[in-house]
T-cell receptor, first 115, second 115 residues
């Protein structure tokens, strides 16, 4: 079945460092891909998304490009801040989905940024 | 737009008791999803509604679980005869469209602890 694999954390960085969180997926057809972020004590928030191959999603300095050839959707940010400390989830919505548009999530990657 | 709300935020119960959670989606969102998130894992799909109709249930949803969405507005998730393995965060999400790339908006979750 469809699945998402993301790098295990925790990822610990100093402020202004470059961030990459790897995400690869297995799916038939052309799924849509998402990154959600979960700040401490809060619900999941959409960070960015891409709905077709070669699309780049971007928001708040974060970027991810939908790579069909490598089945990847890696999250990057050029300069992280302490406020970016959170858990990041990669997710997909299968193109053929019996469960409406239910999302399939990776296990999450915890990012901790220190000043 | 007040966002998705869930009540209660935390619930502690003893094994064997019944519990009920409520989710209020964003108004006019016709699709509503329930997910379960255990420690160190990403959310997993449980069930979803389109308006008042429950259209799909995951195999994770045992017979002890039941969900309703009367009148296509708020939804409730009930767990009967709770077990320690039911301890998790229960997330609700709503969405206005039906396309694969549409965004799901999540509530803050209800954290269930079964003693």
């Amino acid at each position: 079945g469809d699945s998402v694999t993301q790098m295990e954390g925790p990822v610990t960085l100093s402020e202004e460092a470059f961030l990459t969180i790897n995400c690869t997926y297995t799916a038939t057809g052309y799924p849509s891909l998402f990154w959600y972020v979960q700040y401490p004590g809060e619900g999941l928030q959409l960070l960015l998304k891409a709905t077709k191959a070669d699309d780049k999603g971007s928001n708040k300095g974060f970027e991810a490009t939908y790579r069909k050839e490598t089945t990847s959707f890696h999250l990057e940010k050029g300069s992280v801040q302490v406020s970016d400390s959170a858990v990041y989830f990669c997710a997909l919505s299968p193109s053929v989905n019996q469960a409406g548009t239910a999302l399939i999530f990776g296990k999450g990657t915890t990012l901790s940024v220190s000043s | 737009d007040t966002g998705v709300s869930q009540d209660p935020r935390h619930k502690i119960t003893k094994r064997g008791q019944n519990v009920t959670f409520r989710c209020d989606p964003i108004s006019e969102h016709n699709r509503l999803y329930w997910y379960r998130q255990t420690l160190g894992q990403g959310p997993e799909f449980l069930t979803y509604f389109q308006n008042e109709a429950q259209l799909e249930k995951s195999r994770l949803l045992s017979d002890r679980f039941s969900a309703e969405r009367p009148k296509g507005s708020f939804s409730t998730l009930e767990i009967q005869r709770t077990e320690q393995g039911d301890s998790a965060m229960y997330l609700c999400a709503s969405i206005s469209g039906a396309a694969v790339g549409d965004t799901q908006y999540f509530g803050p979750g209800t954290r269930l602890t079964v003693l």
